[in-house]
């Protein structure tokens, strides 16, 4: 069974997949334009037999991989904002926005919420507690 904690947390390892896939798209560019540069258009292979062909494929690939991975995070980001906004409490849905929206780490959102950082814990898991209550359909007596 899925913790809200670990459902909420999707969002930003997507976010990072993402931001690594696309420091990987760079680096294969700067691979098929070096071999362009090096070797000249005409020339198709590298002495290693990379072919430049082969690298501008996996940079079309991975070009599509990331804009089917965006999309998905808007979908994810917009469902679990939703699902945030919609809770009662309004200091569980600010916590919570700050928290797995804006990938703040709870210090910077006691911070900002002026809270103490002990306090902010205590309402993190209350807050992930009636998250899971209303949208992971766990009984309240199981969480307490």
């Not at 700050?98 to 209350?126: C, F, I, N, P, S």
Request: aromatic share 8%; net charge neutral.
């Amino acid at each position: 069974m899925q913790t809200a904690k670990e459902y909420l947390c999707k969002l930003e390892k997507l976010d990072v997949l993402i931001k690594n896939k696309k420091d990987e798209l760079n680096n294969l560019r700067q691979m098929a334009t070096s071999i362009a540069s090096k070797f000249g258009e005409t020339v198709k292979s590298t002495p290693t037999g990379d072919t430049q062909e082969r690298k501008i494929l996996e940079w079309v690939a991975l070009e599509e991989e990331i804009e089917n991975d965006m999309l998905d995070y808007m979908k994810l980001k917009n469902k679990i904002s939703n699902q945030i906004g919609d809770l009662e409490d309004v200091r569980y849905v600010k916590l919570l926005y700050k928290r797995y929206v804006e990938h703040k780490r709870l210090k910077v959102v006691a911070r900002e919420m002026h809270y103490d950082y002990q306090w902010t814990k205590t309402l993190h898991g209350e807050a992930l507690q009636e998250f899971e209550r209303t949208y992971l359909n766990i009984p309240k007596d199981v969480l307490v």
